[in-house]
């Protein structure tokens, strides 16, 4: 089912791919009894509207041709480490506040041998401030549940210019868009387009919005920790 769903994304998986998705999905699951990672638990569902819906970023941008991803609030992994293990030439950074998610994300890359991947305990507004990650990636994948103008201030002052934020959204992007049109502009982006993704075995129809990176981010951006979330530029 991963194979040929895969498929319909344009993904070739490997039999040694799928099996360290099914990997992945067992650890997911034994950690989940004890943390909180994901209210998902049926095995089936985990493939799809977790790992298939990740895989959709493909959608949006060729991954083949992407050198570096930074994933802000991954989470358990989503969509940063579910790309590394479908395209491993990926070079991966997966970005948390919390500790307990990045000792799980730690346990499935060591499990799984993946190189050139790294996990960081931070929070993005503080992590960007750092020389050797602002600027600095091809690409800036986010799956996470901020508002489109606030996920910006977390994510573009990581993208190199030329490079792109590619945010996961569901059906109601249009309203977020609108609202986030001036923060995307002050923080050096533009919008390019709002890419359809259909999740394959489910029913799900998701929105990508597709940002590229035009100018750098002005230097007082992000701000300090927490107001972008209580005061997102809108």
Not at 20 to 46: F, G, P, V
Not at 58 to 80: H, K, Y
Not at 104 to 133: G, M, T, W
Not at 194 to 207: G, Q, S
Request: charged content about 25%; aromatic content about 6%.
């Amino acid at each position: 089912m991963l194979i040929q769903a895969a498929n319909k994304l344009n993904i070739s998986l490997t039999t040694l791919q799928v099996e360290q998705l099914h990997s992945y999905k067992d650890l997911l699951l034994e950690w989940n009894k004890n943390i909180n990672l994901t209210a998902i638990t049926d095995e089936k569902e985990i493939l799809t509207k977790h790992f298939l819906d990740c895989m959709t970023v493909n959608n949006a941008v060729n991954l083949n041709e992407v050198d570096s991803l930074v994933d802000i609030g991954t989470g358990a992994g989503f969509p940063g480490l579910v790309l590394k293990i479908v395209f491993p030439h990926l070079k991966v950074t997966l970005v948390d506040s919390l500790n307990k998610r990045l000792n799980f994300l730690n346990e499935v890359i060591n499990n799984l041998e993946l190189d050139d991947i790294e996990c960081i305990h931070s929070r993005a507004e503080d992590l960007a401030k750092q020389k050797q990650y602002r600027e600095h990636f091809d690409i800036c994948a986010a799956r996470a549940v901020a508002n489109l103008a606030t996920l910006s201030e977390y994510t573009l002052p990581f993208v190199k210019v030329g490079g792109y934020f590619i945010a996961l959204k569901g059906q109601k992007i249009e309203e977020e868009v609108e609202q986030a049109r001036k923060a995307i502009k002050i923080l050096g982006g533009d919008l390019e387009e709002i890419v359809d993704a259909k999740v394959p075995e489910t029913d799900l129809n998701h929105k990508i919005a597709k940002i590229k990176k035009v100018v750098k981010t002005p230097k007082q951006y992000p701000r300090k920790a927490g107001e972008p979330n209580k005061n997102p530029l809108f």
